[in-house]
Nanobody, 116 residues
Framework: QVQLVESGGGLVQPGGSLKLSCAAS????????MSWYRQTPGKERELVAG????????NYADAMKGRFTISRDNAKNTLYLQMNSLKPEDTAVYYC?????????WGPGTQVTVSS
């Protein structure tokens, strides 16, 4: 059974950092396209960063380039999102997404709040 569980969210001051984790089970993150999305109330979910299956090139939304880094640990079957220089507008629920058998599978999300 495919399962994704995000963790690492919380409250952080502007300029601070957080590292989100997404523990996967039921499939291997190394062989599937993985990504992070986020959503704020009243807005559609937006792509934060994507990591294609092994050998592919990562991609980032313009607003995250240079501040966020997506990575994965194949041995731990876990996807990460390192977020630096956080801004209040980064406040959102962050979701881990895996493309499995041609369909997107979503985790429940983790809340990130950037506020002083």
């Amino acid at each position: 059974q495919v399962q994704l569980v995000e963790s690492g969210g919380g409250l952080v001051q502007p300029g601070g950092s957080l590292k989100l984790s997404c523990a996967a089970s039921g499939f291997s993150v190394s062989y599937h396209n993985m990504s992070w999305y986020r959503q704020t109330p009243g807005k559609e979910r937006e792509l934060v960063a994507g990591m294609p299956a092994t050998g592919g090139r990562t991609n980032y939304a313009d607003a995250m380039k240079g501040r966020f880094t997506i990575s994965r640990d194949n041995a731990k079957n876990t996807l990460y999102l390192q977020m630096n220089s956080l801004k209040p507008e980064d406040t959102a629920v962050y979701y881990c997404v895996a493309e499995v058998a041609g369909f997107p599978r979503w985790g429940p999300g983790t809340q990130v709040t950037v506020s002083s």
